[in-house]
């Protein structure tokens, strides 16, 4: 009955924008959330790849109620001790000595766009951006641009100008789009909205060097794949390559919203006095969640979570047997798995809720895993042997 009147609510009054899985959630607890029912499931969507920390984490929901009771919020107008601490965290943690802060990914990735735009027009130039056939980029009118959904494109146009894309993973495409008229390219490592699907290594290093030897600006969207979600604080760096400008959000201050858009100094300097700004971006709130986030991925989380990510590749690796999962992709605590035609993968999702594990479907009919940081061992076997038994019992 509750779950009825909460359902005709949302379908009366809120935006006919969301398709949301019938399951209310009321609180939760370590790697689990549970429903105003009571009932309790193991989180492996965790406000997608946000909720690194999982819920409820004592240090982080002390330092939190602790913000809340000194200053949430004061105008950028103002210094505050928590930012300033913050950001030079921030800066000497990921090697780019200027950020900008915001309140989500959009936002940092609108924010890069920008700066970019800026850099070249403070040469008298104006530029292109490159962005890869099936990204995510965000819903403002700019990063909808720079995001692959054509239908999208359509509802809103028109679109701002400026930006064309390159077939994924496909070098000699790449090549061939990377012209004078190109001042930045804007990529995932891991494009994880459209299943968790991974630029390969070489493409990676050899697109990065050709915009090195261009001078063409690489701009890294870690917004899914940053904060330890991959195994390292940043997904870059498993390919020795330093993009000039990389957005986070999601992850980086744990539920809290927050986005961050990070550059080299001679990119982050480009902005003159007033050209950005955020009334909330960077609050006391957010950046004291921010920085609680980043001390224990520094203090311990980073390694620990790198090695359960690698744990949680070689259970799935398993499942390759069966004839209907396609692929097993992903690195780190972000996997995919992704199906045939033959089974939908949103069948896979219901069957785990049904289990006690919560998955969510992300594009190419793949099932996404992106877990709290501080998932356990047992956690992951609970979740591999629902699914193995999800999967014995389908006949395709
Ligand atoms: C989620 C996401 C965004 C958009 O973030 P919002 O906070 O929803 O605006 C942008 N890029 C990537 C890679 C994302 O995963």
Avoid: W
Wanted: negative net charge.
């Amino acid at each position: 009955m509750k779950l009825k009147a909460i359902k005709e609510a949302e379908a009366t009054h809120y935006m006919p924008v969301f398709s949301r899985d019938s399951l209310c959630i009321e609180r939760g607890e370590g790697n689990c959330v549970y429903d105003i029912y009571g009932n309790k499931y193991v989180d492996f969507v965790a406000g997608i790849a946000t909720n690194i920390l999982g819920y409820n984490h004592p240090e982080f929901t002390d330092a939190v109620c602790a913000q809340v009771k000194t200053l949430i919020h004061v105008s950028n107008h103002y210094y505050t001790e928590i930012q300033s601490r913050y950001i030079k965290k921030l800066c000497d943690a990921s090697g780019f000595s200027r950020v900008f802060l915001c309140n989500s990914g959009a936002e940092a990735n609108e924010c890069a766009l920008k700066l970019v735009r800026r850099f070249y027009k403070n040469r008298g130039e104006q530029k292109t951006i490159l962005t890869a056939e099936g990204s995510f980029h965000g819903r403002t009118l700019a990063t909808l641009t720079a995001t692959d959904n054509a239908a999208q494109h359509d509802v809103y146009s028109p679109l701002p100008s400026g930006f064309k894309s390159f077939k994924y993973n496909d070098f000699d495409d790449f090549k061939s789009k990377l012209t004078d008229d190109v001042g930045a390219v804007f990529l995932e490592t891991i494009q994880g909205e459209r299943g968790v699907r991974p630029f390969s290594d070489d493409f990676l290093v050899n697109a990065y060097a050709m915009c090195k030897s261009k001078g063409i600006l690489f701009v890294a969207d870690e917004i899914q794949t940053g904060m330890g979600r991959t195994g390292k604080l940043f997904s870059f760096e498993h390919f020795g390559i330093k993009p000039d400008v990389i957005t986070l959000a999601k992850a980086i201050a744990g539920g809290i919203p927050m986005g961050a858009c990070l550059a080299v100094e001679e990119v982050g300097t480009a902005f003159k006095l007033g050209d950005h700004g955020s009334t909330f971006g960077g609050n006391a709130l957010a950046c004291a969640a921010a920085d609680k986030v980043l001390d224990l991925l520094l203090g311990g989380l980073l390694d620990s979570a790198a090695e359960v990510g690698e744990y949680l590749g070689e259970r799935l690796s398993h499942f390759s047997k069966y004839n209907f999962i396609a692929d097993i992709r992903g690195r780190g605590l972000m996997r995919g798995i992704q199906f045939t035609d033959k089974v939908p993968a949103a069948l896979f999702e219901g069957k785990l809720k049904e289990r006690g594990y919560l998955v969510n479907v992300a594009g190419n009919n793949t099932v996404r895993l992106v877990p709290p940081l501080t998932i356990t061992r047992e956690e992951i076997d609970g979740l591999v042997a629902a699914l193995d038994d999800v999967c014995a019992s389908t006949n395709v």
